[in-house]
């Protein structure tokens, strides 16, 4: 199996940008998609397909892919985006994969 | 409104079993892939399992093959998690959830709130 690898965290001040990776050998071949965490709640689908956004996540979320690296931005981040977020995508034999999680911190 | 209500977890000693319930509601459940993903207390989300839409594909995670059974009823829209040989490493909340599954990849879009599994002497 492989494995996704995300930075453990990331820091920024209201109404700047913040851009989580997400990096992995298969990443190119599959796509990926983005869950955000919030302390004792389950997840929340935020991106899919590296880049679409459900119905209800603010157009301040959004993704891209480039080779083995796709990246979750939010613009304008605000105080409610703090939380944690899981890169996520699945291999050729049908089994599933997160990456380790990204605390976003909102200073 | 998708719903999905997980039920049975609890505390189990190490090599005991348990049995995991998830009821939906909101969906037609049976069109859908379904799953269990969990995460131990202070860590990341793992994939557990994956279930097709008629039980007859099912996709599990190297650390629980052959001790953990996914299976649904689609009569009941209901999916269970049977966990057998459990390890204090299974200490875990466990989401059950809906699953998208295309060519395009798998992924989750609605979750459960979860139910601890506490595997312990």
């Known amino acids: 199996s492989y494995e996704l690898t995300q930075p453990p965290s990331v820091s920024v001040s209201p109404g700047q940008t913040a851009r989580i990776t997400c990096s992995g050998d298969?990443?190119?071949?599959?796509?990926a998609y983005w869950y955000q965490q919030k302390p004792g709640q389950a997840p929340v689908l935020v991106i899919y397909?590296?880049?679409e956004r459900p119905s209800g996540i603010p157009e301040r979320f959004s993704g891209s892919s480039s080779g083995t690296t796709v990246t979750l931005t939010i613009s304008g981040v605000q105080a409610e985006d703090e939380a944690d977020y899981y890169c996520?995508?699945?291999?050729?034999?049908?089994?599933?994969?997160f990456g380790g999680g990204t605390k976003l911190t909102v200073l | 409104e998708v719903q999905l209500v997980e039920s049975g977890g609890g505390l189990v000693q190490p090599g005991g079993s348990l049995r995991l319930s998830c009821a939906a509601s909101?969906?037609?459940?049976?069109?859908?892939?379904m799953s269990w993903v969990r995460q131990a207390p202070g860590k990341g989300l793992e994939w557990v399992a994956n279930?097709?839409?008629?039980?007859?594909?099912?996709y599990y995670v190297d650390s629980v093959k052959g001790r953990f059974t996914i299976s649904r009823d689609n009569a009941k829209n209901s999916l269970y998690l049977q966990m057998n040989s459990l390890r204090a490493e299974d200490t875990a909340v466990y989401y059950c959830?809906?699953?998208?599954?295309?060519?395009?990849?798998?992924?989750?879009?609605?979750w459960g709130q979860g139910t601890l599994v506490t595997v312990s002497s």
């Open positions: 397909k590296d880049s």
């Open positions: 959830a809906r699953a998208q599954s295309s060519s395009a990849g798998v992924y989750f879009d609605y």
């Open positions: 996520q995508s699945a291999d050729s034999s049908g089994t599933v994969v």
């Open positions: 909101g969906f037609t459940f049976s069109s859908y892939w």
């Open positions: 298969a990443l190119p071949k599959q796509y």
């Open positions: 279930i097709n839409q008629d039980g007859s594909e099912k």
